[in-house]
């Protein structure tokens, strides 16, 4: 199992990146334990979580955000910082899984879990793909606006257009209307 930032999709890796720092300016010790897993090591950790044998919480195979390296677990000293670190990632836009009992769990938002869709369908490659990428830049729009601009302006769309991927602002504006 990769337990590297390095091993994360290019897309993903700079927000962890970036709270992996800020964890360690805050003097939190951050270690980074799980990255991109392939589905034979999700599938054994999946075994483990059903015997019992691991104390937090393991998607079925095929369903974590962890295969597409799109997710990273990680522990920090003192361990109850962790509430922090996962606020923190949440006013980042980001999911955290202590709202869902793997607190050591970080992901980007709109990773679709199978229970979220209906029995018996796959997401398309083309819907996860969206599902993916589209709503980090949009929450990151919209967190922007909502604490620099109360009423939308063009402004907002330049400051995203600043610190983001130029790829990332461009389908976010023609997928998203504000």
Do not use: C
Not at 13 to 24: C, D, M, S, V, Y
Not at 104 to 119: C, D, K, L, T, Y
Not at 148 to 176: G, I, M, N, S, Y
């Amino acid at each position: 199992m990769a337990a590297s930032l390095r091993s994360l999709h290019p897309s993903f890796r700079p927000f962890a990146t970036q709270l992996i720092l800020e964890a360690g300016q805050a003097g939190l010790q951050p270690r980074v334990t799980s990255t991109r897993r392939s589905r034979r090591e999700q599938n054994f950790l999946y075994r483990r979580f059903l015997a019992g044998q691991s104390q937090y919480p393991v998607a079925p195979p095929g369903s974590s955000a962890h295969e597409y390296g799109l997710a990273f677990d990680v522990v920090v000293q003192p361990y109850g910082a962790l509430s922090d670190l996962g606020n923190r990632w949440e006013e980042l836009g980001g999911v955290w899984g202590g709202r869902f009992g793997d607190p050591i769990h970080f992901e980007p938002p709109g990773f679709s879990r199978p229970s979220a869709r209906r029995a018996g369908t796959l997401q398309s490659s083309a819907e996860l793909v969206a599902s993916l990428f589209v709503p980090l830049p949009v929450t990151l729009l919209r967190t922007a606006q909502k604490r620099l601009f109360p009423e939308f302006t063009a402004t907002t769309l330049r400051l995203a257009k600043k610190v983001l991927p130029d790829w990332w602002v461009d389908l976010a504006d023609r997928l998203t209307s504000f």
